[in-house]
């Protein structure tokens, strides 16, 4: 079993920054592409960036604000969001691309989610 434990969500000023982080643990072998998304009510659930061991990848609105960072050593990944935006609020869930211990094949985890909300 493989389990996303996500935080750093919470409630903030426009303008400001909040860092969210989210590790991943069980019976990993490797975690390949880590990445968050966000969801509003009403919506789909949004790629906002992904990280490989090598690329990164952005969502245009966030290209520039938001960085993603992972530690490999510790199966965790990073998103440092800055100068905040109230159309950023949302709940934003982990994701993870792992090769379970003992498995030929990836399969994909989510995490709980986390709120994230901005005030104007």
């Known amino acids: 079993q493989v389990q996303l434990v996500e935080s750093g969500g919470g409630s903030v000023q426009a303008g400001g920054s909040l860092r969210l982080s989210c590790a991943a643990s069980g019976s990993i072998s490797v975690v390949n592409t880590m990445g968050w998304y966000r969801q509003t009510p009403g919506k789909q659930r949004e790629l906002v960036a992904s990280?490989?061991?090598?690329?990164?990848n952005y969502a245009d609105s966030v290209r520039g604000r938001f960085a993603i960072s992972r530690d490999n050593a510790k199966n965790t990944v990073y998103l440092q969001m800055n100068s905040l935006k109230p159309e950023d609020t949302a709940v934003y869930y982990c994701?993870?691309?792992?090769?379970?211990?003992?498995?030929?094949?990836?399969?994909?985890?989510w995490g709980q989610g986390t709120q994230v909300t901005v005030s104007s």
């Open positions: 990280i490989t061991r090598a690329y990164t």
């Open positions: 994701n993870a691309e792992v090769r379970q211990a003992f498995s030929y094949v990836d399969s994909n985890h």
